[in-house]
């Protein structure tokens, strides 16, 4: 079993670099998502907005770099999100994650995980949760 993680660890944060209206072009040809609120001002302006901003899943995106960068993806078991506020361009979302239960399922130690993303004003932008499991911390295994 892994000792090594605790309820209240803090997983290492991870900002962001700034969203540029490249990241965001980019973004929409790797994820399909061409709605044109994110990569056009002027559709952005028609729905009412200041200018364009980031895909809702490209913040998930960030926050999953977040717990692939703690745990490899393989040991992901659930990740799941809500979104609160939009990302604008140029801002650097920061993501942060801590741990606030250890439980075992199926004979797998897991982790539960609360995830944050926020802008630099304090605005959170996504909460979420995911659940990992824990590989064994003895080296013979």
């Given amino acids: 079993m892994n000792r090594s993680v605790r309820v209240g660890d803090a997983l290492p944060p991870v900002r962001s670099a700034p969203v540029t209206r490249?990241?965001?072009?980019?973004?929409?040809?790797?994820?399909?998502?061409?709605?044109?609120?994110?990569?056009d001002i002027d559709a952005a302006h028609a729905a009412g907005m200041a200018d364009v901003f980031g895909h809702g899943m490209l913040t998930m995106a960030h926050a999953a770099q977040l717990l692939t960068g703690w745990i490899p993806q393989q040991y992901l078991r659930r990740f799941a999100v809500r979104f609160s506020a939009i990302t604008p361009v140029h801002a650097e979302p920061l993501c942060t994650g801590r741990v606030t239960a250890l439980d075992t399922v199926d004979g797998e130690q897991r982790a539960t995980v609360e995830l944050t993303v926020t802008l630099a004003d304090g605005t959170t932008t996504l909460a979420g949760q995911a659940v990992v499991a824990l590989p064994d911390d003895d080296p013979s295994n």
């Avoid at 490249?22 to 990569?39: E, M």
């Fill in 22 to 39: 490249t990241t965001l072009a980019l973004f929409a040809g790797a994820s399909g998502d061409h709605n044109p609120i994110h990569i």
